[in-house]
């Protein structure tokens, strides 16, 4: 069964720093994209960061140059680095997978994390 655990969120202030981890544990065959989303209190879900089996990155708008998405193929983990935080990136990031779960026929599957609270004060 594939379960996402993630790992880093707290308080922080205006201006600082976070990083944000997640492991993937039962994979049988492997993982496509990996990445976070976030929701604020009254919004939908939105993405964050995502990156692919080869590294190849994609971010939402207002995060990017400030935030860095890496993942460790060999360990199925992935990471968020968040830099210049503010108040407005207060949220519940939740990390994702897009799983391999059979190979013939192929079929993917997405899972989700709990989700990991992360709170940046003004």
């Known amino acids: 069964q594939v379960q996402l655990v993630e790992s880093g969120g707290g308080l922080v202030q205006a201006g600082g720093s976070l990083r944000l981890s997640c492991a993937v544990s039962g994979v049988t065959f492997s993982i496509n994209a990996m990445g976070w989303y976030r929701q604020a209190p009254g919004k939908q879900r939105e993405l964050v960061a995502t990156?692919?089996?080869?590294?190849?990155?994609n971010y939402g708008g207002s995060v990017k140059d400030r935030f860095t998405i890496a993942r460790v193929n060999t360990k199925n983990t992935v990471t968020l680095q968040m830099n210049s935080l503010k108040p407005e990136a207060t949220a519940v990031y939740y990390c994702y997978a897009n799983v391999v779960v059979s190979r013939i026929p192929i079929r993917l599957a997405d899972y989700w994390g709990q989700g990991t609270q992360v709170t940046v004060s003004s």
């Open positions: 990156i692919s089996s080869d590294g190849k990155t």
